[in-house]
Each structure stands twice: as C-alpha cells, then as structure tokens.
C-alpha cells in the first residue's frame, strides 16, 4: 500500500555518511556538515574480512546545520533514531582510521573548457541541458540500438527506446567466456558487446564480443586484481574499475579502452577497499565512479582521466553506480539519495528511504524517468519527485534490486516475481510469477519486458501481460542490435536473435 506524502515525511530518516545529514521533509537545500574522516582518529582491530572502515562520525559542535540559503534545526529525534542500515563507523567489520582525510585536489570541481571531439565545450557538457551526460547519443526510435551501461543509459531506465526486435526469438549463439566465472552485466555499442570477470587473485579481464554472431573480438588481461567492475561503453570508449584493496603498493583504477582494440587509452588511481564495482557513469565530459576508503563519489575527466573530485559524505557500501539525469549527478546508497553538482560533486539536496539492505553493499541503482527517480530499498519500492525533492508514494512487496521504468509503468522484482506499479499512483498493475525465483534487473524494449532468474530468462508481452518465450538459463540482462544478451553465472554469453522490424503492440 502506497504512504502518504505525510506518512513518507514523518518516516524520513537520517544517514549518517560520516557526518550527520539532516533528511529534507521540506524544500530548501542541505549541506551536511562535514564528509571528511577526522585525522586524530585510533586504528580499530582489523576483521577476518579485511576491510578497514573509519572511526564513528563525530557529534557537530552545534545542534543547527547551515545550509546555503538557511539554518536547519536539528531534529530533537536525532539521538534516537536508528537505521535500518548498519551505520557506517559501527565498528561490525573492525574498522581502522587511515592517516590523513580523502581529499581532492583536482581541479576544484572545474571542468576542462576545451572543445570536445563534438565541436562542444567540456564545461557545457557537465550538466548542461536536459538529459546532459546522454545529450548526443541517439536513444529514440529510429537511432542504433545500444545498451551503453547498467540499465540501459545514464538514467539507469532499463528501457531501451530504440529497439525494434521482439520475440519470437529467430536464433540463439553463445560464447564460452570464462567457465565457471560468474559474467558482469554486458554493454553493448555498434554490435560489440562488452564483459568483464574475475576473481580475487586470479586473472580478470574484458571481453569484446561481436553480436551477430559471438565471435571473441578481443580480450584485455588486468591481472590479478582484487576485482574488476562492469563495464559501460559510449562513442567507443569503455570503462571500467578494478580494484586492488589495501595491499602494499596497491592501486585501484578506472579504465578507458578502445572499443575496437582493446588498447588503453588512459588509467586514474582512486582510493578504494575490498569493493566490488558496478558501471561507472558518463555523463556530458565527465565520468562518474564509486571509490573512496570509507564510501564516496569520483569525478573524472572522459578526456584524460583527470580527477574533477571526491565526494566523500556517503555510506561505506559498494554495487551501486551514480545516475545522471537532466543534467544533475545522482547516488543512491544504502538508502540515501543524493543530488550532487556533476562539476565539484558537492551535495545539492538529499532524501532517504529506509530500508534493509546487506552491509556493506547497496546491490541497487536508482532508476529515473522525466521528473522522478525509482529507488528500491528493501522491502519498499518508492519513487521520489525531483522538482519537489518529496517522496511521491511508497509500496512495500519485499521489493530487491533495481527496478525498469517504461511508459508510466514501474518494473520491479519482489518475493521472486516481475510486479509491474503504476508510475503515477504506486498501485499494482500486474505480476507475472516465472519461475517465482526471479533476481536480476528487468529490462524493456518494445512492447514487451524481459526478467530472469538463474535458472530461466522470460519475456512478458506487455499488452497481454503473458508469457511470450523463455529459455535456460538465465542471468543479467541487456538488450542491443536486436539481441537479447543474457551473461550468465556459468561464465557464458548468449545472445538471443530478435524478430525484426515490429512494432509494439498498439502502434500505429
């Protein structure tokens, strides 16, 4: 049942992302106090896991936080309140100080103004214009179809507007990547697609694959990394994290490929723990990463790989990537969601969900669609209004992951089912069971909504709510060149050949 806009405010909590934020239940900006982790602060013993977390966030010296237009009083409720949420800094997994803050001295949140390959400006790029970040990539009916990151785009939709291919399925390949490595979610751009596996220790790599027919393109070796993130592809560039944890002389770094390649085109350090990565972002001249010692937000020239900035006032969780949509920077982790300035990545108004999600790691996305954002934080499925900053409406059905949001229908797997909400009201529109062992993302494409489990992937016809095919096994989803890319946890990659040329169910 959906909350109220009244029942959602009062629920509204507080994170604590290594200083306090106050939660918004009105509409001006906040600025939270601080992000940094103190420098005077003791090691803590260490944990069988390995990971190294701050110490807890300090008390501000005053009960009021200044904001960049007003003065916030502190909830009296502050001290009693109690996330859903392990709070970072409390001392689960032996958390230990690191000798000086996160700092960023790049750039300042400037932004290079030279000219882009596109005639336009880098400055004008960062958060310029509606839908900045996906401006010039072609996404309507009409355009190649691509599926340039997690969730579709920048926007994380799950929805690809350019794709014409619906079932039945006219042929199947599949391609042997690393048996029995678990595959990242595939990005696909001009008929490659793009996958990454690995283990702790052991060799992880990329894989090029050519759609037609899944051939190997090429293949980059990154060596024996702690892990290696999922990779996002766009105007034949793509990236990728990989990360080293804390040994001696260890580094983590965001890569840039040559799509066609496999060459480097350039590697930028970041500061990172035992994390496992999702998509970094591209929006506009800039790309986004999640990084940092104890959780935070990287900005980096697509360039050069020149640091823009660290953000630093996030939970201490990983598998969450930042959205960019109409022109703003957005993170959503462990329940918080946060718009930030894309140039310097300082906060510019936050609202928090509760929810139940694992230490440590956030295992979801925001998906946006117009003026809103989706976020799923478990049991809850809500959709938050990002003119009014408020949460429109709150649904609870033991609701996991990332949801899709296609033509005013919200898309979300819950208790092992696709449940489909209506956008504008939250209420249940259909469900379709499968296998009712339903996990991954779904992700739409003309007509028809696709979900999957291990064992079986499915497609849904929109206009009948019906099953319209389903093969074995199943895995993340991707959808591109009339292909349905499913990349399994056996290691293999197989793609699924679209009937071409029809028109979703209504059209004219």
Not at 222 to 234: E, I, K, N
Not at 347 to 368: C, D, H, K, V
Not at 428 to 444: Q, R
Request: with cysteine.
């Amino acid at each position: 049942m959906a909350a109220s806009t009244s029942e959602t405010c009062s629920r509204r909590s507080i994170g604590v992302a290594l200083a306090l934020m106050l939660t918004r239940c009105g509409h001006g900006a906040q600025q939270p106090p601080g992000s940094g982790v103190p420098q005077d602060a003791a090691p803590a013993e260490s944990a069988p896991s390995g990971h190294v977390s701050p110490p807890d966030a300090a008390e501000p010296d005053t009960a009021a936080v200044a904001s960049s237009d007003a003065t916030l009083a502190r909830p009296a409720d502050l001290d009693a309140w109690s996330p859903d949420v392990a709070p970072i800094g409390d001392g689960a997994d032996g958390f230990e100080a690191p000798e000086a803050p996160e700092t960023s001295d790049a750039l300042d949140g400037d932004v290079a103004s030279e000219a882009d390959g596109d005639g336009t400006s880098a400055e004008a790029g960062v958060g310029a214009g509606a839908d900045a970040g996906a401006s010039d990539l072609c996404s309507t009916r009409g355009c190649p179809s691509n599926w340039w990151t997690f969730g579709y785009d920048s926007s994380h939709s799950g929805y690809n507007p350019a794709e014409l291919g619906v079932p039945p399925m006219t042929g199947q390949w599949a391609t042997t990547i690393a048996s029995p490595a678990a595959l990242s979610p595939a990005c696909a751009e001009e008929g490659r697609a793009f996958v990454t596996y690995g283990a702790a220790g052991s060799a992880s790599k990329m894989v090029a694959i050519g759609l037609s027919d899944g051939s190997v393109l090429w293949t980059h070796d990154f060596g024996a990394v702690s892990s290696v993130g999922h990779p996002t592809v766009v105007r034949g560039t793509v990236y990728v994290q990989t990360n080293k944890g804390l040994g001696a002389n260890a580094t983590s770094n965001l890569w840039a490929l040559d799509a066609t390649s496999g060459d480097v085109r350039w590697a930028a350090p970041f500061d990172s723990q035992f994390d496992n990565f999702w998509a970094p972002t591209v929006g506009g001249s800039a790309v986004y990463i999640d990084g940092g010692r104890y959780g935070g937000l990287y900005g980096f020239r697509v360039a050069d790989g020149t640091q823009m900035f660290f953000y630093g006032g996030l939970y201490q969780a990983d598998s969450w990537t930042p959205g960019f949509h109409a022109g703003v920077l957005y993170s959503y982790v462990q329940g918080a969601f946060v718009a930030h300035d894309p140039a310097s990545g300082s906060l510019l108004w936050n609202n928090t969900i509760r929810g139940t999600f694992a230490p440590y790691s956030t295992n979801a996305a925001a998906a946006f669609d117009k003026q809103a954002a989706y976020v799923i934080a478990p049991p809850q499925l809500a959709e938050i209004d990002l003119v009014t900053q408020d949460v429109t409406w709150i649904t609870s059905a033991a609701y996991d992951g990332t949801p899709a949001i296609a033509d005013g229908v919200v898309y979300a797997i819950g208790g092992g089912e696709l449940l489909a909400v209506d956008a504008a009201t939250g209420s249940s529109s259909f469900s379709f069971a499968g296998d009712k062992k339903l996990k991954y993302p779904p992700v739409v494409a003309n007509g028809f909504v696709y979900a999957s489990s291990a064992g079986n992937a499915y497609a849904v016809n929109l206009a009948t709510q019906a099953q319209a095919w389903s093969a074995a096994p199943g895995g993340w989803l991707s959808i591109a060149s009339g292909r349905l890319i499913v990349a399994g946890a056996d290691g293999i990659l197989r793609g699924f050949a679209l009937s071409s040329g029809l028109a979703p169910p209504g059209d004219p």
